[in-house]
């Protein structure tokens, strides 16, 4: 069971930190999707051994809680995992070697709140936030661009949260990829982005104090719900039909006009008939809008979704300041824009990248960034990264180690020890000596007790390694996201470790 677990780490471990290895995974279908993002490696890599399958619903269930650290919490899970196995190997049985993880974790969590700091930010100084996101986003193939994409992360936060009650509503942010263009093209747009572009070729392309009526209703002549067959054998007939048809469509489209409404913005197509009158009568439209895209145009706007035309009325159309169709490079490939809707606190982002694998990567990366920012929203509380967070909670855990009598000892010291191989994994995948970086940082560590450096990865120092204090360099961590990382991963140890058998149905 452990050597099962302890292979899906050892395949996460080259991609954690800011020089982490990327994955490529191939799909039945040949779908290829590049990223470095653990709890995507681990969702999409299909596991069939049963332990195994216990760390990527941990790499999930971190992803869901905090959204970023989702690699760390599994090399931590397989660290541990390699350090009980040893202590197995020297006859302590494995219900001792939990209860001794699990003390060591209540002490790696309290000494996570004594050594964090608080970080002050407003609106109007969102500074603090964007740092702890390029943070997050340097482990990412969009790194280049880490200063953008954070500060866009950070604006599309803001702008719908609701500082008051700490809250971020994560429905209000949409995302849209568009592959073309570099990512330094991505914007944030304030209002909603959809993949659409208007019915007819010379409706207008920009649509000023737009007033739109959201339909969920076809714009077409009804049918009848049962089987019936029409019979027309005179001319007469035929064109009494016809007129009936042209009634019914003048008549939904003067019931839009009616309505004060510029804009029609519909959840099923219509046919050319319906579309030329639309066009004939100034009424841009817009059809074959998606169920939640629907729903966000209406928040957004202010507007109710009109399920009959009879129900129309002013007070059910959606507001906006501008709507506009937008066309992307040579290729007539067209989006439209809807901004400055009634609600504002609607927004999308919209990104650009060389090709599909690039855009799709950078909405995880962002989506990762934002959940950060989300966090920090919620506790202002952060520790300093490059592992010297983790260094410091082993020292605190291993002097914890020394007053404590009899075999828990061995397991609260083999925590401590598990703790430096996230440091240990950082300089590795970093080109670095492992053992050197880990034996200065901590050395610094106890002689200056401060317990903020770490790995400096991106800068050498004269002295022949990488240590450097991580708050000079603005390297931080939610402080929740870390002692949600350790608490997971000992739960999901302590589990393994339970678990001497496992029987398969029909085997016995």
Same mark, same amino acid.
């Given at each position: ?20 290895? @990327? ?9 290829v999707?590049?990223?470095?993002d653990?709890?995507?490696i ?32 599994v ?10 196995e ?9 219900v001792?070697i939990a209860?001794?993880y ?18 002050? !930010?407003?609106?109007? @100084? ?13 482990s990412?193939?969009?790194?280049e ?71 969920t ?24 039909l ?11 489209v003067r ?8 804009l029609?913005?519909c959840?099923?197509?219509? @046919? ?20 939640v895209?629907i729903?966000?145009?209406?928040i ?15 007070e ?11 066309? !992307?490079? $040579? ?9 400055d ?6 927004? $999308? ?18 989506h ?21 967070a983790?260094?410091?909670c ?6 914890h ?6 075999t ?6 083999a ?5 430096? @191989?996230?440091?240990?994994a950082?300089?590795e ?19 200056e ?28 961590e ?24 496992v ?6």
């Open positions: 069971n452990i050597l099962a677990a302890r292979t899906i780490s050892s395949l996460l471990r080259t991609s954690l930190g800011p020089k982490g290895m @990327d994955k490529i995974l191939v799909s039945q279908d040949g779908d999707t590049v990223t470095n653990g709890a995507t681990l969702s999409k890599m299909e596991v069939t051994h049963q332990v195994a399958r216990l760390l990527v619903e941990l790499s999930s269930s971190q992803d869901d809680e905090i959204g970023d650290g989702t690699t760390g919490v090399v931590l899970a397989g660290a541990l995992l390699e350090q009980a040893r202590l197995m190997d020297k006859g302590i049985h494995p001792r209860e001794g699990e003390r060591a974790c209540e002490i790696a969590a309290k000494h996570l709140d004594a050594i964090g700091d608080v970080v002050g !930010f407003t609106k109007e @100084d969102p500074e603090p936030l964007v740092t702890t996101a390029m943070t997050t986003l340097s990412k193939i969009i790194n661009n880490k200063r953008k994409m954070a500060e866009i992360a950070v604006q599309a936060v803001l702008g719908v949260a609701d500082l008051d009650r700490k809250d971020v509503n994560f429905d209000m942010i949409r995302m849209e990829g568009k592959a073309g263009g570099s990512l330094e093209d991505t914007e944030l747009v304030n209002g909603i982005v959809i993949d659409k572009d208007f019915s007819h070729p010379q409706m207008p392309k920009r649509v000023e104090n737009a007033k739109m009526c959201i339909l209703c076809p714009f077409e002549p009804p049918k009848p719900k049962t089987k019936h067959k029409l019979d027309i054998t005179s001319r007469e007939a035929y064109d009494q016809f007129q009936q048809e042209q009634e019914y469509f003048a008549d939904m019931r839009v006009k009616d309505s004060g409404a510029n029609v913005i959840q099923w197509g219509f @046919d050319d008939e319906a579309n030329h009158l639309l066009l004939q009568n100034g009424l841009p439209a817009v059809r074959w809008v998606g169920g895209e729903e966000h145009i209406a957004a706007t202010g507007g109710r979704i009109v399920p009959r035309f009879e129900d129309l009325s002013p059910k159309l959606g507001r906006a300041g501008v709507v506009r169709e937008v066309s !992307f490079g $040579t290729s007539n490939e067209r989006m439209l824009v809807i901004e809707g009634v609600n504002s606190n609607a927004v $999308t982002v919209l990104i650009r990248g060389g090709n599909k694998m690039i855009v799709e990567e950078a909405k995880r990366s962002l990762d960034a934002m959940c950060v920012v989300r966090n920090l929203i919620k506790d202002r509380r952060v520790v300093y990264g490059g592992g010297a983790e260094v410091s082993s020292i605190a855990i291993s002097k180690a020394e007053t404590v009598a009899g828990d000892q061995y397991a609260i010291r925590f401590a020890d598990a703790l430096d @191989d996230i440091p240990l950082l300089a995948n970093a080109g670095l000596a492992p053992i050197e970086e880990l034996a200065s940082i901590k050395s610094r560590q106890v002689k007790n401060n317990p903020n450096l770490g790995l400096g990865i991106d800068r050498p120092t004269s002295v022949g390694n990488s240590t450097c204090d991580m708050k000079d360099l603005g390297v931080f939610t402080l929740i996201g870390k002692q949600q990382q350790l608490q997971l991963a000992t739960q999901v140890v302590k589990m393994i470790l339970k678990i001497d058998d029987i398969l149905k029909g085997v016995y």
